[in-house]
Every structure is written in C-alpha cells, then in structure tokens.
C-alpha cells in the first residue's frame, strides 16, 4: 500500500468522497474508532479483522477525522490495535451476538452523548454487524498461537478453519496456529513434506480458565 495516499497515515488532507466514522471491536476489552471511505463499505473492517462493530455517523473527510480525534480524547478510545492483541483474544470471544456488541453498544452510546460533533457529519444509529461467521470463526476451534516469523527451512502445513483479516487460522497436529499472511511476502509456497510447524510460534496469553496445555 502507498502510505503517501492513506487516509490512515494523513496522506490525504482534502478528499471530497463522504466518510464513515465507526466503532471496531475486536475481542474482550478491545473497542476501537476509526474512519473508512463511505463507498469502501465494510471492507475495511474486515480487512482489519474486526469482529463486530457499528458507524457513527457519516459525513467530510475532516469532519468524519475531527470526531475520531474527539473519541479518542473525551474517551479514550484508540484509533489502532495491535494485531498480535487481536489475534490472542479471538480464542475467548462471547457465543452471542448480542454479548459480542455489548461493548461497542456501551461506546455507542457514550459518544452520541458527547458535545462537540462537527455539524456536517450526520450521525447514524446503533446497528451492530457481526462478522464471526463471515470469517469462519463460529464453531472453529480456538488458536492457540501465532507464527512469530518465517525461517529458511521451516513450514508449516494444516486445514484452513477460519480467516480474519490478514490471519489464516491452521489446524496443525497440535492445535490451531494463526498465520499473518503479511510475513509471507518473498516466500515460495510448496507443498509441505509433514504437517509438523517447524516455525517460531508465540503462545497466547489466556485467561487461567482458557488456557491450555500440550501444543507443541
């Protein structure tokens, strides 16, 4: 991606398409704010691998980047989260799709009461969007750690289960590993000789109550 023409990174000051504000959540604890191009959609969103999550409102470029900045400050809400944050709490995700937008209902509901709005950007109302079956997580067994880097020599081979954002979820002989395909850039793929992860792989810090034992 160009970074000088991402409105992520500030690089554009003055486009005239309308923008969405939204509220992302990723997992337990983990509520972000953000803006994306009205006519992108939700694309961005699970691009971001987000989980669940609402607009604001709609309006400007700096109108729509002005109520970001006041969500952030009245609040405290983030504009980024890691995704090593995100992929950990994917394994403890509530089973209803009324617990996983309780968060974002709270937020939601904060920040309509906040003053301050630009007068141009028009608010929307609280309609939560649930993306645990578009990405294959519904029923899919809990990742239970993340290749931390490739390595000549290595591999790792295993079924597809579930995809969120750039995260391929693997079920390999020892359970489930989350594979950023970002770190795949300049790798050949071949066929894999066994279905051994014979890659650096960080385990996930659980709760006491979801951890579990065994996995490589």
Same mark, same amino acid.
């Given at each position: ?14 486009? /005239? @398409?309308?923008?969405? +504000? ?8 983990? +509520?972000?704010?953000?803006?994306? $191009?009205?006519? *992108? ?18 309006? /400007?470029?700096?109108?729509?980047? @002005? ?8 609040? *405290?809400?983030?504009? *980024? ?5 995100? *992929?950990?709490?994917?394994?403890? %995700? ?7 937008? $309780? ?25 939560? +969007? ?13 990742? !239970?750690?993340?290749?931390?880097? !490739? ?11 579930? $995809?969120?954002?750039?995260? !391929?979820?693997? $079920?390999? /002989? ?8 970002? %770190?795949? @850039?300049?790798?050949?793929? +071949? ?15 659980? /709760?006491?109550?979801? @951890?579990?034992?065994? !996995?490589?």
């Amino acid at each position: 991606m160009d970074r000088a023409h991402s409105v992520a990174a500030d690089g554009i000051a003055d486009d /005239p @398409r309308p923008y969405h +504000v939204y509220l992302a959540w990723f997992g337990p604890g983990l +509520v972000k704010v953000g803006i994306t $191009a009205v006519e *992108r959609g939700p694309a961005r969103l699970l691009e971001q691998g987000a989980v669940c999550f609402t607009w604001l409102g709609a309006g /400007p470029l700096m109108a729509a980047r @002005r109520t970001e900045e006041l969500l952030r400050a009245a609040l *405290r809400v983030p504009d *980024r989260i890691p995704y090593a944050e995100k *992929r950990a709490v994917r394994a403890v %995700l509530p089973e209803t799709e009324e617990e996983r937008a $309780a968060e974002i209902r709270e937020v939601y509901g904060k920040a309509v009461r906040l003053g301050g709005w630009p007068e141009s950007l028009t608010p929307e109302p609280f309609r939560p +969007v649930d993306h645990v079956r578009a990405f294959g997580l519904a029923g899919a067994p809990a990742a !239970l750690g993340e290749v931390r880097e !490739l390595v000549a020599g290595g591999s790792l081979s295993g079924e597809l289960v579930a $995809a969120a954002g750039p995260d !391929l979820h693997l $079920a390999a /002989p020892g359970g489930v590993v989350v594979l950023d395909t970002r %770190l795949m @850039r300049g790798w050949e793929l +071949v066929p894999a000789a066994s279905g051994e992860v014979a890659f650096p792989v960080r385990h996930f810090e659980l /709760p006491a109550d979801h @951890r579990q034992e065994g !996995l490589f």
